[in-house]
Each structure stands twice: as C-alpha cells, then as structure tokens.
C-alpha cells in the first residue's frame, strides 16, 4: 500500500511588493487625498450626483467622504467574465489571472511587411488585429495605433470596424469622444446580435482615462457614465509621470493613482450601481535627461505591481502595461524590455496587462514587437505555471526502473508529459550552429518578418455576416457625418 503525504501541490509562482502594513498606508493616503484634497469635476450633472451622495462639492471642487467610497466599492462586482466575438467565454478577469493585449493609441506605425515607419492608418490597425488574432498568447485586442487617415472625432468608430472584422478575440477600446463611444457599442451591439445579447456576453470594453493629477474631464465622466448605463465593462486609466503629474517617489505616485481610480469607480457606481469596473492605474515615467516618456523603465513595473496589489486587496480587478520598449528597432533591448515587463507583472497576478507592441517611447505600434511579446507571454506563462509536485511528476517508480546508467527517452512517462512539462518556442531558434548556417543565418528580426509575411497572407478570421457588415458600415458613416461636423 502506497503512502500518501498529503501534500500534493501546484503553486503558481508569483511575487509580492509591498507588505501588508504598505498597503494599508497607501490606502489610507489615498482615501485622505479623496476626502481633503478632491478633484476638479467638470461635468455638471456628476457634481449633482456626488452631491447628493453626500460627497463635499463647491463649484467645481468635490471632495469623497471615505464613508461614500467604500459605499460604492461594496457595489463594485469583484471579477467578471468577458466574451470573445463568438460569444465564447475568453477572460476571466478575477483574482491573479492574467491576460495580455495590444499596444494602442500611437500615431506611427512599423509597417508589418515593410518595416517602414509612417503615420498610423485604418489599414495598419485592421493588420495588427489580424496579427494579434494569430498569436496564440495575445488573449486580447486594442486597436494598435491612432488612425490619421480618417476624421479624428470619428476615428474610434473606424478603428472599431477594422478591428471587430479582423480578430474574434475580446476587443478594449478608447472612445474619442462620448458620441464615439455610443457608436462603438451600437456597432458591437450589431455583431453581438442585440444589445441584450452584448450586456449578456460582452465582448468589448471602455477604456476611459481621466486627466491627472485629479481632474475628471466632461468628456471622460460621460463616457464612464455611457459604459455604467449599458451595463458594460470599463477600464478606468488614470496615469501618473513620476515627478510631472505626480510625485516622484513611487509611494506617492501609486497612492495618487489608488485616488483617482477609487474615483472613477465612486463616478460608476453611483451611477449605475454593480457596473463592473476595474480599479486601474499607469505608473508612467518622464525621462528628466530627454523630456520623454518612457515605456521601458523599471520603476513603471515596479510600480504598476505595487498598484496592482492594493487593488487586489480590495478585491477588484487589475489593469498592467508591459511587452513594449523604448528601443527603434528589433533588437536586443526590444527583447529585454518586452520580456522583462511581461514577466514581472505576470508575477504580480496583473488581470488585464496592455500595450504588448509599443516601440519609441509609445510612439510607434509594431507588429514586430508584438511577435516578441508573444514569445515573452508563452514564456512567461509556463514559468508561472511552476512545478506541479504528485507522486506522478516526481516519478520514483520511473527513476527505479531506469536505475544507475540508463536514459529516460524511451520510457512512456517521457512521452506523457513532454508536451506538457515543456515549453517550445515557434520563434527563437534552438538549432545548432551549423544548422543555423544552413537555414540562412536569420536572426530574430528576419525570422519574425517571416512569420509576419506568413500571418498577413495565410492567416484568415471569419467574416461576419454580410448584414451585419452592412450595419457597421452605416453606423461608421453617420458618425462620419456627424463627428466630423462636429470637429469642424
């Protein structure tokens, strides 16, 4: 008869920043800052609201009580599930479970098959969605790249069209303008069958980001407000530089930034109470020897880490940025930066961690780098996933049978747990030298220009019904019309 220790285990491998009492501290600066300091409001009706439920408000200046903060985070639904274009389940976005996405937003782009640099188009957007779409560790996607060839009040609705067409997986978004942002979920509301269908199984998220340090735009509070009413999911954004729009100690900064998320989850719940929400940030960074912003040092991740866990000891969900580099080209600092980012937020059980493709301090959205991210991302994945310990995997019965001077190739444990206990990379090379000769000699860069070219041709997503295309079409044309009459 065998004998069991009882402990047969799988832990994840993870990491931790900030002890216990730090997190207190950084919660109860943020909870004195909403209370004593406040924000400028500037949307009139959400004045009224907080008002109303009891928060401090004299012309434009609003202060939280603790008491209303803690009010709506017992609102706050603590994870929820997120959708993929098919109605599948993709995300659970909860606990430490991490999922990892686009770059977006940039206003160049590095063309997938060239590798030329020019401003962001629609067609670039479409591309990158059709890449992130064949990358097995991509788990969602944002529009890479601010488009420059359409009306800028109505890019959103564009970018939208380019991406729901050309990738099943979920999709976050950036609204423009409120006008924008509605258009954005009529149209998935068309993909998704209806709008009941889309509350039902959503497939797409808000990504509203408000003004630091503590100012809340009209514009941002009304499409907060437009997310809440539908019932969809939103990822609140506020980012803080080091030492510009926040204190340069990482400490201030992720206290500054737990205020202004705790924010916007007070502006969402009241107004629609049980809305799911995440408790998000951006730890950024202002290169005082350039003038830059920094996608690439280590203090973003250490603070987005810190952030992260003060969210997680509300309970809520979490919002990360890594895979990106300050680097020009596909090089060794691409890699380093990528894969450094990604694993340590990885390790700090990130939910929702974006901008997987950014190069030239988030100037330029790359396929390219979104590739290297990949890698990074299925690297990482396995590295967290640990050492499973049962008398399985530590295998005494298969180590006796081998016994002193034998091999393991040829015993069937091998062959069982092979494809699982080990990761294989479909990028980097493994070859010998001379083999490596003989394929050509391609470093990284080449090889992932290969598989871009491979993607880009052969790679193909399902079309959407030719109805519901001709419904996209006619909503990106009205906001065209209107959107653009408005900006003019």
């Not at 919660?27 to 959400?46: S, W, Y």
């Not at 686009?102 to 479409?126: C, E, F, M, Q, W």
């Amino acid at each position: 008869m065998m004998i069991n220790s009882g402990f047969i285990e799988k832990r994840s491998v993870y990491l931790r920043v900030l002890s216990e009492d730090q997190i207190y501290e950084i919660k109860r600066a943020a909870i004195d800052i909403m209370q004593n300091v406040g924000f400028n409001v500037l949307h009139a009706g959400a004045r009224k609201m907080l008002k109303k439920a009891g928060a401090v408000v004299r012309d434009e200046w609003v202060r939280v009580p603790e008491c209303l903060v803690f009010e709506c985070l017992r609102s706050t639904p603590k994870g929820w599930t997120v959708f993929d274009r098919n109605g599948d389940r993709a995300l659970e976005v909860e606990g430490r479970k991490s999922y990892y996405g686009t770059s977006t937003a940039s206003p160049n782009t590095k063309d997938a098959l060239t590798g030329d640099i020019h401003p962001t188009r629609v067609a670039d957007i479409a591309a990158g969605a059709k890449v992130a779409d064949a990358l097995e560790n991509i788990d969602w996607v944002m529009p890479m790249g601010s488009s420059q060839d359409v009306p800028a009040l109505a890019a959103d609705v564009y970018e939208f069209e380019a991406v729901v067409t050309h990738t099943t997986k979920p999709i976050i978004f950036i609204g423009y303008s409120p006008r924008g942002t509605e258009l954005v979920f009529e149209m998935a509301a068309e993909v998704a069958g209806g709008l009941d269908n889309l509350r039902e199984r959503p497939f797409v998220l808000l990504y509203p980001e408000p003004i630091s340090p503590l100012v809340q735009p009209e514009d941002v509070v009304e499409r907060i407000f437009i997310a809440a009413d539908l019932g969809m999911p939103q990822v609140p954004g506020p980012a803080v530089s080091l030492g510009a729009t926040g204190p340069i100690t990482l400490a201030g900064t992720v206290a500054l930034l737990t205020a202004e998320s705790l924010m916007c989850i007070v502006l969402a719940q009241l107004r629609r109470s049980g809305c799911p929400c995440c408790l998000s940030a951006n730890v950024q960074v202002l290169d005082m020897a350039t003038g830059l912003f920094g996608v690439g040092f280590p203090e973003i991740s250490l603070g987005i880490c810190a952030q992260a866990e003060v969210a997680q000891s509300f309970g809520l969900p979490t919002w990360g940025y890594a895979g990106c580099t300050d680097a020009k080209v596909i090089d060794a600092q691409a890699g380093l930066e990528s894969g450094l980012t990604v694993l340590s937020q990885g390790l700090a059980g990130l939910n929702l961690i974006h901008d997987v493709g950014y190069m030239d301090n988030a100037m330029v959205c790359s396929a390219a780098q979104l590739v290297i991210g990949n890698e990074a991302i299925g690297w990482t994945k396995r590295f967290i996933r640990g050492i499973e310990v049962n008398p399985e995997t530590i295998a005494r019965e298969v180590i006796e049978a081998v016994g002193p001077g034998g091999h393991f190739l040829q015993q069937s444990h091998t062959v069982k747990h092979l494809r699982n206990e080990l990761w294989r990379s479909k990028l980097l090379t493994r070859q010998s030298y001379d083999a490596w000769e003989k394929s050509g000699s391609k470093d990284i860069s080449q090889r992932i220009q290969e598989k871009l070219k491979d993607i880009i041709e052969t790679h193909t997503v399902p079309s959407l019904p030719d109805k519901t295309l001709a419904a996209l079409d006619r909503i990106k044309q009205k906001a065209e019309k209107a959107l653009a009459i408005r900006q003019s």
